[in-house]
């Protein structure tokens, strides 16, 4: 797979842009999860309306086989209702924290769609044939009186039109006391892990009214608390091993075989802080706000506020990489914590040969880095560079006091366009960012 | 000096953070009130530790000056001097001497040297709004950090009025109905401090932003005339009906307790019981504790 950018043979177009244009935005509709399936073939995204949007790549065009083809809207149902909880006084955000698919074992699809408190198991289907001929009922479903029944005759099956059906066929709830962070979907295929603030549950496909903690770090008192969960993952490939992080920039690696609950760590990633870096925010911005296993299974990468890392399993005191995304906005965190960007949380993602990870920034710029070459690429996500198969212009954010022609100062940026969640198609060089909103695509044009 | 007053800044928009969370759709994000209480211990150890710093080589007030004042006055010189670094250093300019306008017996504001500027400069050069210099670090041979935090109490919060938005303290069910902001021009010993609003510019909160871990008896401030009338006017409309508190003494338990009880027990659970006797009439409508 060819790598971020930069080289002859390599760049970024646009696509498509999915979502309304309109400067209105309604919070509905601000985009909150984006994820590829296995294959590629579906890409789904949640919003803060408890909406789930799930688009269908369409084969190449004949006429223009050098281009990839387009997502289509393929399914659209609402997930989750905002919910009360009148025992706590506490409404329940309707808003899709994390969508996890399945991997695809008949003609179906199904996905895990999670809230504040409540997973769901969604089955999406096709259906392009009805039966007609029915005996006892008429065509447009009406009882036939069965005294006029004179004869017997076989249903047929008919086609019809292509029909999305989405329908819940599990609702994981009332397991959860805090929020909801994490999903992953274990590699065995029939259980998963759910993960919030304090607590790590493990639950079975098929099982809704029970699941297993398997991390529980709630302090007996709640003053001696000290840190959260903020992401916890599966391994891809070892079933027995997942990973969580931690809001003091810590990630646990636990092995299920140890025993039931997973308190002691097997392994334990810590960079040492730097004390020259020392602010009242240091908390803050190295607390980690997204966990990602490589496909290969050897490494994994984590976001905090200002940088990415990426950790080597087998070694656990400093990460192998370290890509600084806008260390520019060091000198604003005063700021940032008085507007809430400093609570951003930032996800970040692999390519599927893992030799590129890419995270989000703000101004609506998403950062690229070639883990081979320590190239690293700024691209903006903007309706002014949307047109068909346009070449995506690199960006650059100016530190200094001269600004470039092209640049743009720090100061200048929106921190109200940011882009928290990007998808990394699993096979190609195809990629979904969310921006507030609006769901670009870019790919890869082979020149 | 412009990193104490960024961290008295800090200290009202994190409890403000903190109030506003308590009204957010879907709960209250215990991951983002764990980072705000970070911001908050990392902003009060800070100007903890400066002012401790700088009471070290401050010249204290004449004795019969304290005694005059004893029967109104409860402090100790610690929390006193801590009052007075405040109020003298409002204004946030970086001075090797300043203007003390409070506690002076003589009624004249006084110059008082300012301790080694290498060893409390706070002036940061740097780009970045918060950074310490090394020098501030290098104070006392310690990290500000680091420095202990002398005669912690429990019995003594900070509280955030919401409808006036002026911080001050409640200690031992002792309302300081008094406690107000000094007036930016400093003042003489007879004037004492004026409680100040906090706008949206987040000016410095009230100086008798009494800091728990001085763990002193509540004080009855000797108010002139004009004070009394200045919180007349201030405090006339409003009445006492809740006391939220945010934070207990040291955790964060009322958000567990939020997630699990209602609201209502938690109001009958305070700790901070209000004497209607202290408050002449003055209240609060709503209140938040911290510390």
Not at chain 1, 195 to 210: P, Q, S
Not at chain 2, 123 to 144: I, Y
Request: one cysteine or more.
């Amino acid at each position: 797979m060819a790598g971020v950018a930069g080289g002859n043979d390599f760049q970024w177009c646009f696509s498509q842009v999915k979502g309304a244009i309109d400067e209105d935005v309604a919070e509905a509709d601000i985009i909150s999860t984006v994820e590829f399936n296995y294959s590629g073939e579906l890409l789904a995204t949640g919003d803060k309306g408890g909406r789930v949007v799930i688009f269908q790549h369409e084969q190449e065009s004949k006429n223009r086989p050098h281009l990839r083809g387009e997502y289509n809207v393929y399914s659209t149902f609402q997930s989750h209702e905002p919910e009360f909880d009148y025992l706590k006084s506490l409404e329940i955000e309707e808003k899709i924290n994390k969508i996890r698919w399945l991997p695809q074992q008949n003609a179906a699809h199904f996905l895990l769609s999670t809230n504040d408190k409540t997973i769901k198991l969604w089955k999406i289907s096709e259906r392009d044939k009805r039966a007609e001929g029915y005996n006892l009922k008429d065509e447009d479903g009406r009882l036939r009186d069965p005294f006029r029944i004179t004869s017997l005759r076989v249903p047929v099956l008919m086609p019809m039109d292509l029909m999305v059906e989405a329908s819940p066929r599990r609702i994981f709830a009332n397991a959860h006391t805090y929020h909801i962070n994490s999903i992953s979907v274990n590699s065995d295929h029939e259980t998963y892990l759910s993960a919030d603030d304090l607590r790590i549950n493990l639950w079975h496909m098929e099982i809704t009214d029970r699941s297993f903690n398997i991390v529980d770090i709630k302090p007996a008192n709640m003053e001696e608390l000290t840190e959260v969960i903020t992401a916890a993952e599966c391994h891809p490939h070892q079933c027995n091993v997942f990973v969580y992080s931690s809001s003091k920039g810590t990630i646990r690696l636990c092995d299920m075989r140890a025993a039931a609950l997973c308190d002691r760590h097997s392994k334990f990633f810590e960079e040492p802080e730097d004390p020259s870096s020392r602010s009242f925010f240091s908390e803050i911005i190295s607390s980690i706000s997204d966990v990602k296993f490589s496909h290969s299974g050897r490494y994994m990468m984590t976001r905090d506020y200002l940088s990415v890392k990426v950790w080597d399993l087998n070694m656990e005191n400093r990460p192998v990489e370290t890509y600084q995304v806008h260390e520019y906005l060091r000198s604003k965190l005063c700021s940032l914590y008085e507007n809430d960007c400093i609570f951003d949380k930032f996800e970040c993602c692999w390519n599927g040969s893992d030799s590129a990870i890419m995270t989000g920034s703000y101004n609506n710029f998403f950062r690229m880095f070639d883990r081979n070459t320590r190239r690293d690429i700024t691209l903006e996500a903007s309706r002014e560079s949307s047109k068909p198969r346009a070449t995506l212009k690199p960006r650059k954010v100016s530190t200094g006091g001269k600004r470039k022609k092209d640049e743009i100062s720090v100061d200048s940026l929106d921190f109200n366009k940011k882009i928290l969640h990007t998808a990394w198609h699993p096979k190609d060089n195809v990629i979904a960012v969310a921006a507030t909103n609006n769901l670009y695509i870019f790919q890869d044009k082979i020149n | 000096m412009e990193c104490a007053f960024e961290a008295q800044n800090l200290i009202s928009i994190s409890l403000r953070k903190i109030q506003s969370s308590r009204t957010q759709r879907g709960g209250i994000k215990l991951h983002k009130n764990l980072l705000v209480t970070y911001v908050l211990r990392n902003a009060r150890q800070f100007y903890v530790s400066k002012n401790l710093q700088t009471q070290r080589t401050h010249q204290y007030e004449d004795v019969a000056a304290v005694r005059e004042r004893q029967e109104y006055f409860e402090l100790t010189g610690s929390l006193t001097e801590l009052s007075d670094d405040f109020y003298c250093n409002f204004t946030g300019v970086e001075s090797d001497t300043w203007q003390c306008g409070a506690h002076q017996h003589n009624g004249q504001p006084a110059e008082v040297a300012h301790q080694d500027a290498s060893a409390c400069a706070m002036l940061s050069t740097s780009d970045s709004d918060l950074m310490v210099s090394d020098a501030c670090w290098s104070c006392a041979d310690k990290s500000p950090w680091e420095l202990p935090i002398q005669n912690a109490q429990a019995n003594q919060k900070t509280v955030l009025d919401l409808d006036t938005h002026v911080v001050t303290t409640v200690t031992n069910g002792y309302f300081h109905s008094d406690c107000c902001a000094q007036s930016k021009q400093p003042q003489g010993a007879q004037c004492y401090a004026k409680k100040r609003k906090m706008d949206t510019s987040y000016h410095i909160v009230d100086p008798e932003f009494y800091l728990p871990d001085f763990g002193l008896v509540p004080c009855k401030r000797m108010r002139t005339d004009d004070e009394l009338h200045s919180d007349s006017e201030q405090l006339d409309s409003t009445n006492i009906s809740n006391l939220i508190s945010v934070l207990g003494s040291g955790g964060l338990s009322e958000f567990v307790s939020w997630q699990q009880t209602d609201l209502e027990q938690i109001f009958a659970a305070q700790t901070i019981c209000l004497k209607h006797t202290l408050l002449t009439g003055s209240g609060w409508t709503r209140a938040i504790e911290a510390f």
